[in-house]
Protein backbone atom coordinates (compact mmCIF):
# COMPACT_ATOMS: atom_id res chain seq x y z
CA UNK A 1 0.00 0.00 0.00
CA UNK A 2 1.45 3.32 -0.93
CA UNK A 3 2.18 6.16 1.73
CA UNK A 4 0.26 8.74 1.88
CA UNK A 5 1.75 12.45 0.21
CA UNK A 6 2.11 13.60 3.64
CA UNK A 7 3.52 10.34 4.97
CA UNK A 8 5.77 10.28 1.95
CA UNK A 9 7.12 14.11 2.44
CA UNK A 10 8.21 12.93 6.16
CA UNK A 11 10.06 10.33 5.24
CA UNK A 12 11.78 11.97 2.25
CA UNK A 13 12.71 15.52 5.15
CA UNK A 14 13.65 12.26 8.08
CA UNK A 15 16.35 11.12 5.11
CA UNK A 16 17.43 14.62 3.86
CA UNK A 17 17.90 15.79 7.54
CA UNK A 18 19.67 12.16 8.19
CA UNK A 19 22.33 13.16 5.32
CA UNK A 20 22.88 16.14 6.64
CA UNK A 21 23.09 15.53 10.01
CA UNK A 22 25.53 11.77 9.04
CA UNK A 23 27.73 13.94 7.00
CA UNK A 24 28.16 16.65 9.85
CA UNK A 25 28.45 14.36 12.85
CA UNK A 26 28.89 11.05 11.69
CA UNK A 27 26.96 8.01 12.20
CA UNK A 28 27.76 7.74 15.38
CA UNK A 29 27.88 11.16 16.41
CA UNK A 30 24.13 11.67 15.75
CA UNK A 31 21.02 10.90 17.55
CA UNK A 32 17.47 10.57 16.42
CA UNK A 33 16.58 13.65 18.20
CA UNK A 34 19.68 15.41 15.44
CA UNK A 35 17.69 14.13 12.65
CA UNK A 36 14.35 14.81 13.89
CA UNK A 37 15.29 18.69 14.54
CA UNK A 38 16.77 19.06 11.48
CA UNK A 39 13.40 17.48 9.65
CA UNK A 40 11.23 20.26 11.84
CA UNK A 41 9.70 17.05 13.73
CA UNK A 42 9.56 15.70 16.80
CA UNK A 43 11.72 13.21 18.46
CA UNK A 44 9.26 10.58 18.11
CA UNK A 45 8.08 11.23 14.56
CA UNK A 46 10.97 9.55 13.56
CA UNK A 47 9.96 5.91 15.23
CA UNK A 48 6.41 6.66 13.27
CA UNK A 49 8.48 6.52 9.53
CA UNK A 50 10.88 5.03 10.14
CA UNK A 51 12.66 1.33 12.71
CA UNK A 52 15.40 3.31 13.47
CA UNK A 53 18.42 5.28 12.74
CA UNK A 54 20.58 2.39 11.12
CA UNK A 55 17.57 1.73 8.50
CA UNK A 56 17.69 5.40 7.67
CA UNK A 57 21.88 5.00 6.76
CA UNK A 58 20.38 1.52 5.06
CA UNK A 59 18.11 3.34 3.13
CA UNK A 60 20.59 6.04 2.18
CA UNK A 61 23.10 3.75 1.02
CA UNK A 62 21.07 2.05 -0.98
CA UNK A 63 19.80 4.77 -2.85
CA UNK A 64 23.10 5.75 -3.37
CA UNK A 65 24.79 2.39 -4.56
CA UNK A 66 21.66 1.33 -6.48
CA UNK A 67 21.68 4.96 -9.05
CA UNK A 68 25.55 4.10 -8.79
CA UNK A 69 25.26 0.77 -10.37
CA UNK A 70 22.15 1.97 -13.04
CA UNK A 71 24.67 4.76 -14.54
CA UNK A 72 27.56 2.37 -14.40
CA UNK A 73 25.31 -0.77 -16.20
CA UNK A 74 24.13 1.95 -18.72
CA UNK A 75 27.65 3.74 -19.46
CA UNK A 76 28.90 0.20 -20.98
CA UNK A 77 25.22 0.00 -22.36
CA UNK A 78 25.91 3.29 -24.28
CA UNK A 79 28.46 1.45 -27.02
CA UNK A 80 30.56 -1.15 -28.21
CA UNK A 81 33.46 0.63 -27.68
CA UNK A 82 35.79 -0.11 -24.82
CA UNK A 83 37.10 4.03 -24.37
CA UNK A 84 33.55 5.42 -25.22
CA UNK A 85 32.28 3.38 -22.32
CA UNK A 86 34.80 3.92 -20.01
CA UNK A 87 34.75 7.71 -20.91
CA UNK A 88 31.49 7.51 -20.15
CA UNK A 89 31.04 5.65 -17.52
CA UNK A 90 33.70 8.05 -15.55
CA UNK A 91 31.81 11.36 -16.19
CA UNK A 92 28.65 10.48 -15.01
CA UNK A 93 30.19 8.66 -11.85
CA UNK A 94 32.13 11.33 -11.01
CA UNK A 95 29.47 13.91 -12.15
CA UNK A 96 27.25 11.93 -9.58
CA UNK A 97 29.70 12.09 -6.29
CA UNK A 98 29.94 15.75 -6.76
CA UNK A 99 26.47 16.49 -7.87
CA UNK A 100 25.52 14.14 -4.83
CA UNK A 101 28.79 14.82 -2.54
CA UNK A 102 27.16 15.52 1.06
CA UNK A 103 25.41 12.07 0.75
CA UNK A 104 28.15 9.97 -1.73
CA UNK A 105 29.85 10.86 1.67
CA UNK A 106 27.25 9.18 3.80
CA UNK A 107 26.73 6.35 1.21
CA UNK A 108 30.58 5.47 1.18
CA UNK A 109 31.83 6.20 4.64
CA UNK A 110 29.90 5.00 7.45
CA UNK A 111 29.29 1.44 5.75
CA UNK A 112 30.69 0.06 9.26
CA UNK A 113 27.87 1.61 11.07
CA UNK A 114 25.45 -0.89 8.86
CA UNK A 115 23.63 -3.74 10.71
CA UNK A 116 25.11 -7.27 9.22
CA UNK A 117 22.35 -7.97 7.06
CA UNK A 118 22.63 -4.42 5.69
CA UNK A 119 25.85 -4.42 5.66
CA UNK A 120 26.16 -7.83 3.39
CA UNK A 121 23.14 -6.48 0.76
CA UNK A 122 25.46 -3.42 0.36
CA UNK A 123 28.51 -4.94 -0.24
CA UNK A 124 26.96 -7.21 -2.95
CA UNK A 125 25.77 -4.40 -4.23
CA UNK A 126 29.01 -2.66 -4.78
CA UNK A 127 30.34 -5.97 -6.16
CA UNK A 128 28.25 -5.52 -9.11
CA UNK A 129 29.49 -2.22 -9.38
CA UNK A 130 32.92 -3.60 -9.63
CA UNK A 131 32.20 -6.30 -12.15
CA UNK A 132 30.74 -4.24 -14.06
CA UNK A 133 34.12 -2.30 -14.34
CA UNK A 134 36.42 -4.83 -14.04
CA UNK A 135 34.32 -6.65 -16.90
CA UNK A 136 34.87 -3.13 -18.91
CA UNK A 137 38.60 -3.38 -18.24
CA UNK A 138 39.34 -6.87 -19.28
CA UNK A 139 37.41 -6.07 -22.50
CA UNK A 140 39.51 -3.39 -23.09
CA UNK A 141 42.89 -4.81 -22.99
CA UNK A 142 41.40 -8.09 -24.58
CA UNK A 143 40.43 -5.36 -27.89
CA UNK A 144 44.06 -3.89 -27.45
CA UNK A 145 41.48 -0.42 -26.77
CA UNK A 146 43.26 -0.22 -23.13
CA UNK A 147 47.19 -1.05 -22.58
CA UNK A 148 46.92 -1.22 -18.33
CA UNK A 149 49.19 -4.33 -17.43
CA UNK A 150 46.56 -5.15 -14.60
CA UNK A 151 42.99 -3.68 -15.68
CA UNK A 152 41.90 -5.19 -12.29
CA UNK A 153 44.39 -2.78 -9.90
CA UNK A 154 42.96 -0.04 -12.81
CA UNK A 155 39.34 -0.92 -12.18
CA UNK A 156 39.49 -0.48 -8.84
CA UNK A 157 41.85 3.00 -8.92
CA UNK A 158 39.21 4.55 -11.25
CA UNK A 159 36.15 3.78 -8.49
CA UNK A 160 38.16 5.08 -6.31
CA UNK A 161 39.01 8.12 -7.48
CA UNK A 162 35.62 8.61 -8.32
CA UNK A 163 34.47 7.82 -4.83
CA UNK A 164 37.03 10.30 -3.74
CA UNK A 165 35.37 13.20 -5.05
CA UNK A 166 32.52 12.63 -2.80
CA UNK A 167 35.07 13.41 0.31
CA UNK A 168 36.64 16.64 -1.04
CA UNK A 169 34.04 18.23 -3.37
CA UNK A 170 32.79 21.46 -2.52
CA UNK A 171 29.99 23.56 -4.31
CA UNK A 172 31.79 27.11 -4.03
CA UNK A 173 35.08 25.29 -4.77
CA UNK A 174 35.02 26.76 -8.45
CA UNK A 175 34.88 23.65 -10.29
CA UNK A 176 31.39 22.51 -11.73
CA UNK A 177 30.93 18.71 -11.23
CA UNK A 178 30.88 18.96 -15.17
CA UNK A 179 34.27 20.30 -15.31
CA UNK A 180 35.50 17.67 -12.96
CA UNK A 181 34.25 14.58 -14.61
CA UNK A 182 35.38 15.81 -18.20
CA UNK A 183 38.93 15.68 -15.78
CA UNK A 184 38.59 12.75 -14.54
CA UNK A 185 37.44 10.97 -17.66
CA UNK A 186 40.80 12.00 -19.13
CA UNK A 187 42.44 11.26 -16.21
CA UNK A 188 41.04 7.66 -16.28
CA UNK A 189 41.42 7.37 -20.60
CA UNK A 190 45.17 8.05 -20.17
CA UNK A 191 45.96 5.75 -16.83
CA UNK A 192 44.67 3.01 -18.86
CA UNK A 193 46.56 3.50 -22.16
CA UNK A 194 43.67 4.56 -24.33
CA UNK A 195 45.83 7.53 -26.00
Not at 91 to 101: K, L, W
Not at 102 to 129: K, P, Q
Not at 142 to 166: E, K, Q, Y
Amino acid sequence: MPLAPAADDARSRLLAAAVAAFAAKGFHGTTTRDIAAAAGMSPAALYVHHRSKEELLHLISRAGHDATLALSEAAVASSDDPVEQLGRLVEDFVRHHAISHTSARVVNYELAALSEEHLAEIMALRHRIDEVVRALMERGVASGAFTTPDPLMSAAAVLSLGIDVARWYDDAGGWSPDAVAAHYRELALRMVGAG
